[in-house]
């Protein structure tokens, strides 16, 4: 805490430590950032007990004509079509975790819901040397994607999913579907560092 506080030097000028402090303690959106979500991730079943802190920073909202894009890709290639899309469009943010660099987030999408707004992102999973050396099966699970319910409402009440290892299938009636490597990750304890009043 001394160090974060501790007077920086700008050329002839100090910064005074009131400035530091209201600095830190303002929700601050690094440049190119449009939102930023901090969040806990709770392992589920066989992950009960772990616990990791992410970040979800979007960078900018995928738009209509990239969610006809990874349709069309679906459609012509199921998963591995979904896949190849999602590895050559830009980025739109990234998830980090503590301790890594994070990836790269190739689809996010901001849904009004009737208490606020459902965030739901989607990208290609990085897969592990490991899996790849060995061919294991989850090397299927390719994609990474969750959702978000901001309750704009009651922030108390915003939750969400997380889904590391996945792929998007069709299930026995035609619809789509999360098929999942290992059990999703309860997103709990959510900041919204959207500034208010921004439109998406």
Same mark, same amino acid.
């Given at each position: 805490m001394?160090?974060?506080l501790?007077?920086?030097r700008t050329g002839c000028r100090f910064v005074s430590l009131a400035a530091v402090t209201i600095g830190l303690m303002l929700p601050v959106l690094a440049a190119g950032q449009v939102e930023r979500i901090d969040a806990t991730a709770r392992g589920t079943s066989t992950q009960m007990g772990r616990i990791i802190n992410i970040k979800i920073i979007v960078s900018k909202f995928s738009t209509p004509? &990239?969610?006809q894009i990874l349709v069309d890709a679906f459609k012509k290639g199921q998963n591995q079509g979904l896949s190849d899309a999602l590895s050559k469009m830009k980025s739109s943010g990234r998830i980090q975790i503590p301790g890594t660099v994070g990836y790269d987030l190739a689809y996010v999408v901001s849904v009004p819901?009737?208490?606020g707004r459902r965030i739901r992102f989607v990208t290609n999973?990085?897969?592990a040397f490991a899996e790849a050396a060995r061919n294991t099966p989850s090397k299927a699970f390719d994609l990474?994607?969750?959702?978000?319910d901001i309750n704009?409402? &009651?922030t108390k009440k915003s939750a969400?999913?997380?889904f590391p290892a996945t792929q998007l299938t069709l299930n026995s009636e035609g619809a789509l579907q999360w098929e999942l490597n290992q059990n999703p990750w309860e997103l709990t304890n959510i900041i919204d560092w959207k500034p208010k009043g921004k439109e998406q």
């Open positions: 001394h160090r974060q501790k007077l920086r004509a &990239d969610r819901t009737e208490t999973r990085k897969i990474t994607a969750g959702e978000v704009e409402q &009651d969400g999913t997380l």
